[in-house]
Protein backbone atom coordinates (compact mmCIF):
# COMPACT_ATOMS: atom_id res chain seq x y z
CA UNK A 1 0.00 0.00 0.00
CA UNK A 2 2.80 2.60 1.01
CA UNK A 3 4.43 2.21 -2.48
CA UNK A 4 0.83 2.68 -4.45
CA UNK A 5 0.32 5.72 -2.24
CA UNK A 6 3.97 6.82 -3.61
CA UNK A 7 3.57 5.64 -6.36
CA UNK A 8 0.37 7.87 -6.81
CA UNK A 9 2.15 10.76 -5.46
CA UNK A 10 4.75 10.12 -8.15
CA UNK A 11 2.78 10.59 -10.87
CA UNK A 12 1.26 13.45 -9.49
CA UNK A 13 4.19 15.26 -9.39
CA UNK A 14 4.94 14.28 -12.95
CA UNK A 15 1.97 15.45 -14.26
CA UNK A 16 2.48 18.87 -12.60
CA UNK A 17 5.73 19.26 -13.68
CA UNK A 18 4.04 18.50 -17.65
CA UNK A 19 1.51 20.80 -17.08
CA UNK A 20 3.38 23.60 -15.45
CA UNK A 21 6.19 23.24 -18.52
CA UNK A 22 4.11 24.27 -21.30
CA UNK A 23 1.92 26.88 -19.62
CA UNK A 24 2.37 30.17 -21.65
CA UNK A 25 2.06 28.36 -24.91
CA UNK A 26 -0.78 29.63 -27.00
CA UNK A 27 -3.33 27.28 -28.25
CA UNK A 28 -5.95 27.57 -31.14
CA UNK A 29 -8.50 26.62 -28.50
CA UNK A 30 -8.16 30.15 -26.81
CA UNK A 31 -6.56 32.54 -29.90
CA UNK A 32 -10.18 34.01 -30.80
CA UNK A 33 -11.28 35.03 -27.31
CA UNK A 34 -6.95 36.40 -26.83
CA UNK A 35 -7.02 38.25 -30.26
CA UNK A 36 -10.27 39.86 -29.01
CA UNK A 37 -8.92 41.01 -25.42
CA UNK A 38 -5.82 41.90 -27.33
CA UNK A 39 -7.90 44.66 -29.91
CA UNK A 40 -10.11 45.99 -27.19
CA UNK A 41 -7.60 46.09 -24.37
CA UNK A 42 -5.22 48.26 -27.35
CA UNK A 43 -8.71 50.67 -27.54
CA UNK A 44 -9.14 51.24 -24.16
CA UNK A 45 -5.25 52.25 -23.47
CA UNK A 46 -5.76 54.34 -26.92
CA UNK A 47 -8.36 56.68 -24.67
CA UNK A 48 -7.08 60.13 -22.90
CA UNK A 49 -9.18 60.77 -20.36
CA UNK A 50 -11.84 58.95 -18.33
CA UNK A 51 -13.94 56.42 -20.39
CA UNK A 52 -16.57 53.59 -19.59
CA UNK A 53 -16.34 49.84 -19.76
CA UNK A 54 -19.11 47.44 -20.38
CA UNK A 55 -17.69 43.61 -18.68
CA UNK A 56 -18.70 40.65 -19.09
CA UNK A 57 -19.14 37.82 -21.67
CA UNK A 58 -20.51 37.36 -24.81
CA UNK A 59 -23.86 38.89 -24.09
CA UNK A 60 -21.94 42.23 -24.07
CA UNK A 61 -20.04 41.31 -27.04
CA UNK A 62 -23.10 40.93 -28.80
CA UNK A 63 -25.24 42.76 -27.10
CA UNK A 64 -24.02 46.58 -26.58
CA UNK A 65 -23.77 49.37 -28.78
CA UNK A 66 -21.24 51.27 -27.94
CA UNK A 67 -21.67 54.29 -30.00
CA UNK A 68 -25.07 54.83 -28.97
CA UNK A 69 -23.68 54.82 -25.26
CA UNK A 70 -20.63 56.86 -25.85
CA UNK A 71 -23.01 59.22 -27.22
CA UNK A 72 -25.29 59.19 -23.86
CA UNK A 73 -21.89 59.61 -21.79
CA UNK A 74 -20.15 61.86 -23.67
CA UNK A 75 -16.86 59.91 -23.59
CA UNK A 76 -15.62 56.71 -25.06
CA UNK A 77 -17.08 53.53 -24.66
CA UNK A 78 -15.14 50.48 -24.47
CA UNK A 79 -16.94 47.07 -25.27
CA UNK A 80 -14.66 44.72 -23.26
CA UNK A 81 -17.25 41.24 -23.84
CA UNK A 82 -15.66 38.37 -25.22
CA UNK A 83 -16.97 35.00 -23.86
CA UNK A 84 -18.44 33.76 -20.53
CA UNK A 85 -16.64 30.53 -21.13
CA UNK A 86 -13.32 32.08 -19.79
CA UNK A 87 -14.87 32.20 -16.33
CA UNK A 88 -15.31 34.81 -13.84
CA UNK A 89 -11.43 35.35 -12.80
CA UNK A 90 -10.35 35.59 -15.95
CA UNK A 91 -13.01 38.29 -17.01
CA UNK A 92 -12.31 39.91 -13.80
CA UNK A 93 -8.59 40.05 -14.48
CA UNK A 94 -8.72 41.26 -18.03
CA UNK A 95 -11.23 44.30 -17.45
CA UNK A 96 -8.78 45.42 -14.57
CA UNK A 97 -6.10 45.55 -17.16
CA UNK A 98 -8.04 48.45 -19.25
CA UNK A 99 -9.28 50.63 -16.27
CA UNK A 100 -7.53 53.12 -14.71
CA UNK A 101 -9.00 56.07 -12.10
CA UNK A 102 -11.64 57.68 -13.03
CA UNK A 103 -13.45 55.53 -14.98
CA UNK A 104 -16.53 53.69 -15.10
CA UNK A 105 -17.24 50.10 -15.69
CA UNK A 106 -20.48 48.49 -16.16
CA UNK A 107 -21.01 44.75 -15.16
CA UNK A 108 -23.33 42.98 -17.51
CA UNK A 109 -22.45 39.71 -16.35
CA UNK A 110 -24.07 36.50 -17.81
CA UNK A 111 -26.23 34.83 -14.43
CA UNK A 112 -24.00 31.88 -14.03
CA UNK A 113 -21.00 33.56 -13.14
CA UNK A 114 -22.95 34.51 -9.94
CA UNK A 115 -22.78 30.45 -9.15
CA UNK A 116 -19.08 30.29 -10.18
CA UNK A 117 -17.21 27.93 -7.62
CA UNK A 118 -14.32 27.38 -8.82
CA UNK A 119 -15.08 24.35 -11.75
CA UNK A 120 -13.53 25.73 -14.64
CA UNK A 121 -14.52 24.59 -17.59
CA UNK A 122 -11.93 23.86 -20.58
CA UNK A 123 -11.73 27.03 -22.08
CA UNK A 124 -11.49 28.52 -18.50
CA UNK A 125 -8.85 26.06 -18.15
CA UNK A 126 -7.48 26.76 -21.62
CA UNK A 127 -6.93 30.39 -21.37
CA UNK A 128 -5.54 30.30 -18.26
CA UNK A 129 -2.89 27.80 -19.26
CA UNK A 130 -2.22 29.14 -22.64
CA UNK A 131 -2.76 32.93 -22.06
CA UNK A 132 -2.79 34.38 -18.36
CA UNK A 133 -0.73 31.81 -16.79
CA UNK A 134 0.14 34.52 -13.89
CA UNK A 135 -3.71 34.19 -13.04
CA UNK A 136 -3.19 30.71 -12.42
CA UNK A 137 -1.04 31.71 -8.95
CA UNK A 138 -3.57 34.10 -8.06
CA UNK A 139 -6.55 31.57 -8.16
CA UNK A 140 -7.59 29.27 -5.16
CA UNK A 141 -5.97 26.11 -4.37
CA UNK A 142 -9.38 24.34 -5.31
CA UNK A 143 -9.51 26.27 -8.37
CA UNK A 144 -5.43 25.83 -9.28
CA UNK A 145 -5.90 21.52 -8.89
CA UNK A 146 -9.27 21.32 -10.15
CA UNK A 147 -6.93 22.71 -13.74
CA UNK A 148 -4.38 20.11 -12.96
CA UNK A 149 -6.73 17.69 -12.36
CA UNK A 150 -9.26 18.00 -15.39
CA UNK A 151 -6.87 19.63 -18.54
CA UNK A 152 -7.18 16.91 -21.19
CA UNK A 153 -3.98 15.33 -22.59
CA UNK A 154 -4.97 16.81 -25.40
CA UNK A 155 -4.52 20.04 -24.14
CA UNK A 156 -0.90 19.36 -23.06
CA UNK A 157 -0.21 17.64 -26.30
CA UNK A 158 -1.44 21.09 -28.30
CA UNK A 159 0.57 23.48 -25.42
CA UNK A 160 3.51 21.41 -26.25
CA UNK A 161 3.52 20.85 -29.97
CA UNK A 162 0.60 22.90 -31.65
CA UNK A 163 1.38 26.43 -30.24
CA UNK A 164 -0.76 28.71 -32.49
CA UNK A 165 -0.08 32.69 -32.87
CA UNK A 166 -2.16 33.49 -35.95
CA UNK A 167 -5.89 35.46 -35.63
CA UNK A 168 -8.78 33.41 -36.31
CA UNK A 169 -9.83 35.03 -39.72
CA UNK A 170 -12.58 32.69 -40.43
CA UNK A 171 -16.38 31.94 -38.88
CA UNK A 172 -18.72 34.49 -36.55
CA UNK A 173 -16.11 34.98 -33.89
CA UNK A 174 -12.30 36.84 -34.02
CA UNK A 175 -11.23 40.55 -34.20
CA UNK A 176 -11.88 40.56 -38.04
CA UNK A 177 -15.60 40.96 -36.72
CA UNK A 178 -14.87 43.71 -33.63
CA UNK A 179 -15.32 47.56 -34.37
CA UNK A 180 -13.26 50.21 -33.11
CA UNK A 181 -15.65 50.43 -29.88
CA UNK A 182 -15.07 46.09 -29.56
CA UNK A 183 -18.82 45.59 -30.64
CA UNK A 184 -19.26 42.56 -32.58
CA UNK A 185 -20.64 43.17 -36.40
CA UNK A 186 -22.40 41.64 -38.96
CA UNK A 187 -25.14 40.11 -36.68
CA UNK A 188 -28.14 41.58 -39.01
CA UNK A 189 -30.37 38.66 -39.44
CA UNK A 190 -29.23 38.46 -43.21
CA UNK A 191 -25.86 37.05 -41.66
CA UNK A 192 -27.47 34.64 -39.59
CA UNK A 193 -27.78 31.11 -42.03
CA UNK A 194 -29.88 28.24 -41.45
CA UNK A 195 -28.22 26.24 -38.75
CA UNK A 196 -28.10 29.16 -36.66
CA UNK A 197 -31.78 29.36 -36.96
CA UNK A 198 -31.83 25.64 -35.98
CA UNK A 199 -29.24 25.98 -33.34
CA UNK A 200 -31.83 28.55 -31.68
CA UNK A 201 -34.67 26.59 -32.14
CA UNK A 202 -33.27 23.71 -30.39
CA UNK A 203 -32.21 25.71 -27.28
CA UNK A 204 -34.07 24.79 -24.02
CA UNK A 205 -34.41 27.24 -20.64
CA UNK A 206 -31.68 27.60 -18.34
CA UNK A 207 -31.40 26.54 -14.91
CA UNK A 208 -30.18 29.01 -13.17
CA UNK A 209 -32.18 30.00 -10.62
CA UNK A 210 -31.85 26.31 -9.44
CA UNK A 211 -28.44 26.23 -9.37
CA UNK A 212 -28.05 29.29 -7.62
CA UNK A 213 -25.39 29.49 -5.07
CA UNK A 214 -24.87 32.67 -3.27
CA UNK A 215 -22.22 31.18 -0.78
CA UNK A 216 -20.45 30.65 -4.38
CA UNK A 217 -16.78 31.59 -4.63
CA UNK A 218 -17.95 33.99 -7.09
CA UNK A 219 -19.04 36.51 -4.76
CA UNK A 220 -15.67 36.84 -3.08
CA UNK A 221 -13.94 37.62 -6.56
CA UNK A 222 -16.84 40.20 -7.28
CA UNK A 223 -16.21 41.47 -3.54
CA UNK A 224 -12.16 42.15 -4.26
CA UNK A 225 -13.16 43.59 -7.82
CA UNK A 226 -15.09 46.26 -6.47
CA UNK A 227 -13.20 47.23 -3.21
CA UNK A 228 -10.05 47.15 -5.55
CA UNK A 229 -12.37 49.22 -8.27
CA UNK A 230 -13.40 51.85 -5.05
CA UNK A 231 -10.33 52.38 -3.96
CA UNK A 232 -9.10 53.87 -7.30
CA UNK A 233 -11.98 56.16 -7.86
CA UNK A 234 -13.63 53.85 -10.38
CA UNK A 235 -17.14 53.75 -10.46
CA UNK A 236 -18.90 50.22 -10.47
CA UNK A 237 -22.35 49.52 -11.94
CA UNK A 238 -23.93 46.29 -12.25
CA UNK A 239 -26.67 45.56 -15.00
CA UNK A 240 -28.57 42.31 -16.33
CA UNK A 241 -27.36 40.60 -18.76
CA UNK A 242 -29.73 39.52 -21.85
CA UNK A 243 -30.63 36.29 -21.72
CA UNK A 244 -33.67 34.88 -24.50
CA UNK A 245 -37.41 34.62 -22.67
CA UNK A 246 -39.08 31.59 -21.80
CA UNK A 247 -41.71 31.52 -19.83
CA UNK A 248 -40.28 28.61 -16.78
CA UNK A 249 -38.17 32.42 -16.02
CA UNK A 250 -41.64 33.63 -14.89
CA UNK A 251 -43.80 30.27 -14.01
CA UNK A 252 -40.95 28.11 -11.54
CA UNK A 253 -40.15 29.59 -8.23
CA UNK A 254 -36.50 28.77 -8.42
CA UNK A 255 -36.25 30.71 -11.50
CA UNK A 256 -38.55 33.43 -10.77
CA UNK A 257 -36.95 33.89 -7.14
CA UNK A 258 -33.21 34.34 -8.91
CA UNK A 259 -34.24 36.56 -11.44
CA UNK A 260 -36.26 39.18 -9.00
CA UNK A 261 -33.91 38.80 -6.06
CA UNK A 262 -30.44 38.84 -7.41
CA UNK A 263 -30.54 42.83 -7.83
CA UNK A 264 -31.13 42.86 -3.79
CA UNK A 265 -28.53 40.11 -3.37
CA UNK A 266 -26.26 42.26 -4.90
CA UNK A 267 -27.20 45.26 -3.10
CA UNK A 268 -26.85 43.88 0.17
CA UNK A 269 -23.29 43.77 -0.26
CA UNK A 270 -23.06 47.20 -0.54
CA UNK A 271 -22.72 46.87 -4.98
CA UNK A 272 -24.85 49.19 -7.22
CA UNK A 273 -27.43 46.89 -9.09
CA UNK A 274 -29.73 49.00 -11.77
CA UNK A 275 -32.04 47.37 -13.80
CA UNK A 276 -34.53 44.23 -14.09
CA UNK A 277 -33.74 41.55 -15.58
CA UNK A 278 -36.71 40.86 -17.55
CA UNK A 279 -36.70 43.95 -19.16
CA UNK A 280 -33.52 42.02 -20.89
CA UNK A 281 -34.50 38.86 -22.00
CA UNK A 282 -36.23 39.27 -25.70
CA UNK A 283 -37.83 36.80 -27.80
CA UNK A 284 -35.71 34.16 -29.44
CA UNK A 285 -35.80 35.96 -33.21
CA UNK A 286 -33.83 38.78 -31.73
CA UNK A 287 -30.98 36.42 -30.86
CA UNK A 288 -28.20 35.42 -33.28
CA UNK A 289 -26.99 31.86 -32.54
CA UNK A 290 -27.23 31.39 -29.05
CA UNK A 291 -29.91 32.58 -26.10
CA UNK A 292 -27.29 35.43 -25.20
CA UNK A 293 -26.43 36.91 -28.48
CA UNK A 294 -28.55 39.37 -29.92
CA UNK A 295 -29.30 40.43 -33.26
CA UNK A 296 -28.02 43.69 -34.46
CA UNK A 297 -31.71 45.89 -33.49
CA UNK A 298 -31.63 43.78 -30.59
CA UNK A 299 -28.68 45.65 -29.63
CA UNK A 300 -29.65 49.09 -29.74
CA UNK A 301 -32.91 48.28 -28.14
CA UNK A 302 -31.04 46.53 -25.03
CA UNK A 303 -28.26 49.47 -25.59
CA UNK A 304 -31.54 52.32 -24.92
CA UNK A 305 -32.75 50.08 -22.07
CA UNK A 306 -29.48 50.48 -20.03
CA UNK A 307 -29.50 54.22 -20.29
CA UNK A 308 -33.01 54.06 -19.65
CA UNK A 309 -31.83 52.36 -16.18
CA UNK A 310 -28.88 54.58 -16.01
CA UNK A 311 -30.25 57.86 -15.90
CA UNK A 312 -29.96 58.23 -12.41
CA UNK A 313 -26.55 57.61 -12.50
CA UNK A 314 -24.13 60.27 -11.92
CA UNK A 315 -21.07 60.29 -14.91
Known sequence: MRYLIWGFLGMGVVWYVVVLGEMGHPTRMSQWVWDDYVKKIEIAKGIKGSK??????????????SKILSKYFKK???????NAGVGLPVILY???????????????????????????GEQMI?????????????LSLKEQ?????????????????????????????????????GDQIHTEVKYRDKNMVE????????????????????WRYLDEFVSWCESRDIKV????????????????????????????????????????????????????????????????KRTLRMIEDLKDIKH
Open 145 to 181: FYILWHVSFKRIWDGYFKVSKNPMMVGVYGVKNIDEN
Open 126 to 138: DFVLSRVPRLFWK
Open 199 to 218: SLKKLKPEKYGARFDKDAIG
Open 237 to 300: IFMPSTLMRDKSYFEDKKERWFYTHLPDIARERGWRFVGEAYRYMYDRDLYFNTNFHLIDKARK
Open 76 to 82: RVVNLGV
Open 94 to 120: MTKKVLKRGDMVIMALEYPMYSYGGEC
Open 52 to 65: VVVSGGSNVLFGVD
